[in-house]
C-alpha cells in the first residue's frame, strides 16, 4: 500500500483541487483529508457519511466548588491565567496542563477527557473517505491527524485498495508533521512567488528531514516564469523532481464553486490534460511503485 500526502508551505495553493483530481483519476484507492484545522476537501467529493466518531483529545480543568476551600493555591500554580479570584475556570484560556488538578490539596479539581472534534468514515462518488473536523480552538490537531491516517491505512488494507491520496495541511508545523510522517510521498505544491520559493524550500527541508520522498508541482506558474525558473532551480540543487506545471485558470475556480473537480468540469480542456499528465508522472514514479511499504505509527 502507498499513501501520497499533497502539501504545501501555505494554504490556498491549491491542495484540495489538485488533490481531488488525482482521486478522480486514481484507481483503486481511498481518499484521506489530515487538515483537520480546515478541512475542505467533502467540499468538492460531497462525501457521504457512514461512520462518526467523537475524537477525546484532551481536557479541561472544572473546580468543584462544594469541594474548593479556597486556598488559592490553583491560581498560583496556573501559569495561564485560566482561573479567575471566584475559583472559576475560563475554558478558553485554560490549556489542560493539568497542574492545578495535581497541587490542589482539597482534590477540587475535576479533570475529565472531553470531545475535542470529530472523524468520518465515508463514499464519495470517487471511492472511500476518511476525513475528521476538529472544535473550534482545540489543540491535539497531530494527535487527531494520526488517528485518521491510521484509520485510512486500516480501511484500505481491510478492502485490498493500492493508494491512499491525501489532503495534508499546509504549513511545517505539527498537523504537517503527523501528514507525511511513514508516507511513500509527499508532493509539494508551490506557486511562483518569492514566499512560495521560501516556504517550498522549508517544506521541502521537513519531508527531507524526515527521509520523506518528495516532488515539486507549480501552480500558476505563467504568472511569473522567473520565479518559476527560480523555483525549478531550486528543487534540482535539493535533487527534488518537479513532476509539472499548472498555468493559471479560472475553470480551477469555477470547478471547485460547483463542487466538482478539474476533471468533471472541464474534461477535455488543455488544463485537464495537463493534470492527468501530472498525475501519470506522478503515479509512475519509483516512489509509488516500489514494493515496500512503510507502517504509519500512532501518535501517543
Keep these: 500500500m502507498k499513501e501520497l500526502v499533497v502539501i504545501s508551505g501555505k494554504g490556498g495553493t491549491g491542495k484540495t483541487s489538485l488533490t481531488a483530481a488525482f482521486g478522480s483519476l486514481a484507481d483503486n484507492h481511498l481518499f484521506c483529508d489530515t487538515d483537520v484545522d480546515a478541512a475542505d476537501l467533502h467540499l468538492?467529493?460531497?462525501?457521504?457519511?457512514?461512520?462518526?466518531?467523537?475524537?477525546?483529545?484532551?481536557?479541561?480543568?472544572?473546580?468543584?466548588?462544594?469541594?474548593?476551600?479556597?486556598?488559592g493555591l490553583c491560581t498560583e500554580v496556573c501559569k495561564f491565567s485560566a482561573i479567575n479570584e471566584d475559583f472559576v475556570v475560563d475554558p478558553i484560556e485554560c490549556e489542560g496542563c493539568g497542574v492545578c488538578h495535581a497541587f490542589c490539596p482539597e482534590h477540587a479539581v475535576d479533570f475529565q477527557p472531553r470531545k475535542c472534534g470529530e472523524w468520518f468514515t465515508s463514499t464519495t462518488r470517487f471511492g472511500p473517505m476518511v476525513h475528521a473536523h476538529l472544535g473550534i480552538g482545540e489543540e491535539n490537531s497531530g494527535k487527531l491527524v494520526s488517528l485518521i491516517r491510521k484509520q485510512a491505512q486500516i480501511l484500505a488494507q481491510e478492502n485490498q485498495l493500492e493508494l491512499i491520496v491525501t489532503d495534508g495541511p499546509?504549513?511545517?508545523?505539527?498537523?504537517?508533521?503527523?501528514?507525511i510522517t511513514g508516507a511513500s510521498a509527499v508532493l509539494i505544491l508551490v506557486e511562483p512567488t518569492v514566499s512560495g520559493l521560501h516556504d517550498m524550500k522549508r517544506v521541502a527541508e521537513l519531508a527531507l528531514h524526515f527521509k520523506i520522498p518528495a516532488m515539486v508541482c507549480i501552480n500558476k506558474y505563467d504568472l511569473n516564469t522567473e520565479m518559476t525558473q527560480a523555483i525549478e532551480s531550486e528543487t534540482e540543487k535539493l535533487n527534488l523532481l518537479t513532476v509539472g506545471r499548472i498555468p493559471f485558470d479560472p475553470a480551477f475556480t469555477m470547478a471547485m464553486v460547483n463542487g466538482k473537480t478539474i476533471m468533471e468540469y472541464a474534461p477535455s480542456s488543455e488544463l485537464a490534460e495537463t493534470v492527468n499528465s501530472i498525475w501519470t508522472t506522478i503515479r509512475s514514479s519509483e516512489f509509488l511503485t516500489k514494493k515496500e511499504a512503510r507502517i504509519l505509527p500512532i501518535m501517543k
Excluded: Y
Design 44 to 71: 468538492l467529493l460531497d462525501p457521504k457519511v457512514l461512520e462518526k466518531n467523537e475524537f477525546i483529545g484532551g481536557s479541561k480543568a472544572t473546580i468543584i466548588a462544594d469541594h474548593c476551600s479556597g486556598c
Design 170 to 179: 499546509p504549513g511545517i508545523g505539527c498537523p504537517v508533521i503527523a501528514s
